[in-house]
């Protein structure tokens, strides 16, 4: 009789203890993402400032932007979660009560364990399936944003050089009417060196209504452009003087947002899920292997080893040759100076040449292999980053109950603190496994390795009721 009750007890127990981890773990995931948001923002602050861009161009921004760092603020919502809440539970003397009703931390925290596997499991299908769409979604819409140009607004007193080929200078503006007054204009459409240069005491400047085009009157001024290109030996070079009481010019400028072909980022290995990042892995391998073949058979057969620029005769006689047996230096020495020199500049020449195709085909192994290194990196941070949400919960929760202390003041500190610490690990391994200073598997599961074995600590220590802080 007594078991179903007790049975029954626990069950409730679990759904409070649910229940007051999930609100607190809503409220600190919005706010972890709005914090990595206003972060992100930053990085591309020059990129929105100044361009016009529509409301649903910024719309598009920050939902595919928060879409991308929904994986970032999950393990960190996890952690401060689980420490403000077992830390309410020690302040409130409620984890006392619980573990002197025999019930273990392992017991509490089961509840939430399942969870917080929930919330794995979502975080990894956010990372391999909807991230890598989010990812080209706002890799595109970054690249349109810096290909459009900015909003057009001329300062007073300055050359504004955000038309392309052109440099405009105003004096004075009068906002309200829009005329411009003392304007100054170059045109380097056809090189610096023969600038077109227009000069009108006022004018006024208008878009065109495809937003294609900027529409100059100009008023009372003078234009000057050389009628000849002009050269550094040139010292008199001809050019014409117009003078004007009106003028009206057409100067191209692209104003309107215009979106980049979402093709651009397929390569990219954040837009790839774990299928796609093994297949272009494979494929990238057997690229390199068989290009590595290919440079070796040409060293070996000794492709760069025979001069150029030799008769069939002479080459013939050279693979015939047994170079072992000639004396080199003596028939070095007995050669006219006319014939060293020759010798000498040859040889510097074909050295040169082989540096240079050595070079080139150098940077074609080594970008090969990076790629394959980011494409790695990226498959094994897609399980790092999940499976550290439980990691987290894991420092977290024992930690709470150790320090006894809820609310935003403490668990914030240790939060940040511990978050502060995973982040310069996982980094760092993560640059050491790209840069291929370490093997991948290694740079990638640093993080984890050393939060595995202290949230393994803490919880013992917790549930022993040992005393660590």
């Not at 651009?264 to 990219?268: D, H, L």
């Given at each position: 009789m007594?078991?179903?009750?007790?049975?029954?007890?626990?069950?409730?127990?679990?759904i409070?203890?649910v229940?007051s981890?999930?609100?607190?773990f809503i409220?600190t995931?919005?706010i972890?993402?709005?914090?990595?948001?206003?972060q992100?923002?930053?990085?591309?602050?020059?990129?929105?400032?100044?361009?016009?861009?529509?409301?649903?161009?910024?719309?598009?921004?920050?939902?595919?932007?928060?879409?991308t760092?929904?994986?970032?603020?999950?393990?960190?919502?996890?952690?401060?979660?689980?420490?403000?809440?077992?830390?309410?539970?020690g302040?409130?003397?409620?984890?006392?009560?619980m573990?002197a009703?025999?019930?273990s931390?392992?017991?509490?925290?089961?509840?939430?364990?399942?969870?917080?596997?929930?919330?794995?499991?979502i975080?990894?299908?956010?990372?391999?399936?909807?991230?890598?769409?989010a990812q080209?979604?706002l890799?595109?819409?970054?690249?349109?944003?810096?290909?459009k140009?900015?909003?057009?607004?001329?300062?007073e007193?300055?050359?504004?050089s955000?038309i392309?080929?052109?440099?405009?200078?105003?004096?004075?503006?009068?906002?309200?009417?829009?005329?411009?007054?003392?304007?100054l204009?170059?045109?380097?459409?056809?090189?610096?060196?023969?600038?077109?240069i227009?000069y009108?005491?006022?004018?006024r400047?208008?878009?065109?209504?495809?937003?294609?085009?900027?529409h100059?009157?100009?008023?009372?001024?003078?234009?000057?452009e050389?009628?000849?290109?002009?050269?550094v030996?040139?010292q008199?070079?001809?050019?014409?003087?117009e003078?004007?009481r009106e003028?009206?010019?057409?100067?191209?400028?692209?104003?309107?947002f215009?979106?980049?072909?979402?093709s651009?980022?397929?390569?990219?290995a954040?837009?790839?899920s774990?299928?796609?990042l093994?297949a272009s892995?494979?494929?990238?391998?057997?690229?390199?292997d068989?290009?590595?073949?290919?440079?070796?058979?040409?060293?070996?057969?000794?492709?760069?080893?025979?001069p150029?620029?030799?008769s069939?005769?002479d080459?013939?006689?050279?693979?015939?040759?047994n170079?072992?047996l000639?004396?080199?230096?003596?028939?070095f020495?007995?050669?006219?100076?006319m014939?060293?020199?020759?010798?000498?500049?040859s040889?510097?020449?074909r050295?040169?040449?082989l540096?240079?195709?050595y070079?080139?085909?150098?940077y074609?192994?080594d970008?090969?292999?990076?790629?394959?290194?980011?494409?790695?990196?990226?498959?094994?941070?897609?399980?790092?980053?999940?499976?550290?949400?439980?990691?987290?919960?894991?420092?977290?929760?024992?930690?709470?109950?150790?320090?006894?202390?809820?609310g935003?003041?403490m668990?914030?500190?240790?939060?940040?603190?511990?978050?502060?610490?995973?982040?310069v690990?996982?980094?760092?391994g993560?640059?050491?496994?790209?840069?291929?200073?370490?093997?991948?598997?290694?740079?990638?599961?640093?993080?984890?390795?050393?939060?595995?074995p202290?949230?393994?600590?803490?919880?013992?220590?917790?549930?022993?009721?040992?005393?660590?802080?």
């Open positions: 007594h078991e179903p009750i007790k049975m029954l007890r626990i069950k409730k127990l679990d409070f203890i229940k981890f999930l609100m607190l409220g995931f919005f972890c993402l709005f914090i990595f948001m206003m992100f923002l930053w990085r591309y602050v020059d990129e929105l400032v100044g361009k016009g861009l529509e409301m649903s161009v910024m719309a598009q921004f920050f939902f595919y932007s928060a879409l760092l929904v994986p970032l603020s999950l393990p960190l919502a996890v952690l401060l979660a689980s420490l403000i809440t077992f830390g309410n539970f302040e409130r003397y409620e984890l006392l009560a573990k009703a025999g019930i931390l392992l017991k509490i925290m089961r509840p939430l364990i399942i969870l917080v596997c929930i919330i794995c499991g975080s990894f299908y956010f990372q391999n399936v909807i991230g890598p769409i080209g979604k890799g595109t819409l970054l690249i349109s944003m810096k290909q140009s900015p909003e057009l607004d001329i300062p007193g300055v050359f504004y955000e392309p080929d052109y440099n405009l200078k105003v004096g004075k503006k009068d906002r309200k009417t829009g005329m411009l007054y003392d304007v204009i170059y045109n380097f459409k056809d090189g610096a060196e023969n600038a077109h227009i009108a005491d006022s004018g400047m208008e878009m065109t209504a495809d937003k294609q085009h900027l100059l009157h100009l008023y009372s001024g003078e234009l000057f050389n009628l000849k290109s002009q050269n030996k040139a008199n070079v001809p050019y014409r003087r003078s004007f003028k009206h010019t057409i100067i191209e400028f692209d104003s309107d215009n979106m980049a072909d979402a651009i980022m397929s390569n990219q954040t837009t790839k774990m299928q796609t093994q892995i494979d494929s990238m391998k057997y690229v390199g068989s290009i590595g073949r290919q440079y070796y058979k040409e060293a070996i057969g000794g492709v760069y080893s025979r150029t620029g030799l069939r005769e080459t013939l006689k050279i693979e015939r040759a170079m072992s000639y004396n080199v230096d003596s028939l020495e007995a050669a006219t100076l014939q060293k020199q020759k010798i000498l500049s040889a510097t020449s050295a040169e040449s540096q240079g195709d070079s080139f085909k150098t074609t192994m970008g090969n292999d990076y790629q394959i290194r980011r494409h790695r990196t990226e498959w094994h941070k897609k399980i790092t980053i999940s499976l550290s949400c439980l990691l987290f919960f894991f420092i977290g929760a024992p930690l709470g109950g150790i320090i006894r202390k809820g935003l003041g668990p914030v500190i240790v939060s940040v603190l511990v978050f502060i610490i995973y982040y690990i996982d980094n760092s993560f640059k050491m496994a790209r840069d291929g200073k370490w093997v991948v598997w290694m740079g990638m599961w640093l993080s984890s390795s050393i939060l595995a202290l949230g393994a600590f803490l919880t013992y220590k917790s549930n022993n009721d040992s005393v660590v802080l």
